[in-house]
């Protein structure tokens, strides 16, 4: 959909308020949601929509993701304990149709479905949490919609947000995603995997430059 990068960022700015109370060594006492600054993250990082990207070495395949540019440069999402955390998202599905609310002028409105997913992965040291507490937090502060100033500076009329299943499963995920790359995960790890969906409606008044 147009403006899905941005529709992306918004929904990490959204989530960033709750996350920095794990990222200072709260104790679960101390678990609040609020307006926190984004200087207590201490190091946590917030990617946007990364690509599957194969290799090849012998005889086997590796895949991974990777967030890449559109110079064609990428780098790797990999879990990687010197960061508290990291967020990326990846993309499942997107469907199109035309719009119903296109008032008597056929395919001048579209409808457009973006089945996603938030992959979250982090240090239980770090953050001093358990996953299921994270995980929470995370959907608590997960946008439930976003206002019209928003989505009108994008060229958007209208987009529908909806949370669904979430999956702890960590080395599943991994298989999900780091296809035959020997597992990084221990006893430390937090990784679980977020689906929602993004259902938007725009027309013509969009641009690519």
């Not at 960022?9 to 959204?14: F, Q």
Request: hydrophobic share 35%; charged share 20%.
């Amino acid at each position: 959909m147009p403006a899905l990068s941005n529709l992306v960022d918004l929904i990490n700015n959204s989530i960033q308020i709750g996350l920095p109370v794990y990222a200072t060594g709260s104790t679960p006492s101390n678990y609040k949601v609020g307006n926190f600054t984004t200087a207590r993250f201490q190091g946590g990082l917030y990617y946007n929509i990364g690509d599957n990207v194969k290799t090849n070495n012998g005889d086997t395949t590796y895949e991974e993701p990777m967030i890449i540019n559109n110079n064609g440069e990428g780098y790797s999402v990999s879990y990687d304990d010197i960061y508290p955390f990291q967020i990326f998202h990846m993309i499942e599905d997107i469907k199109y149709d035309i719009s119903p609310n296109d008032y008597g002028r056929p395919g001048s409105t579209m409808l457009e479905t973006a089945e996603m997913r938030l992959i979250f992965s982090g240090s239980r040291l770090r953050l001093n949490a358990r996953p299921e507490d994270i995980v929470a937090v995370l959907i608590y502060n997960f946008p439930k919609e976003f206002n019209p100033t928003q989505l009108s500076s994008l060229n958007i009329e209208s987009c529908v947000i909806e949370v669904g299943q979430v999956d702890q499963d960590m080395y599943k995920i991994w298989d999900n995603y780091w296809r035959n790359v020997s597992y990084k995960l221990d006893l430390n790890t937090i990784l679980f995997e977020v689906k929602y969906k993004l259902t938007s409606e725009y027309g013509q008044c969009f641009s690519l430059c």
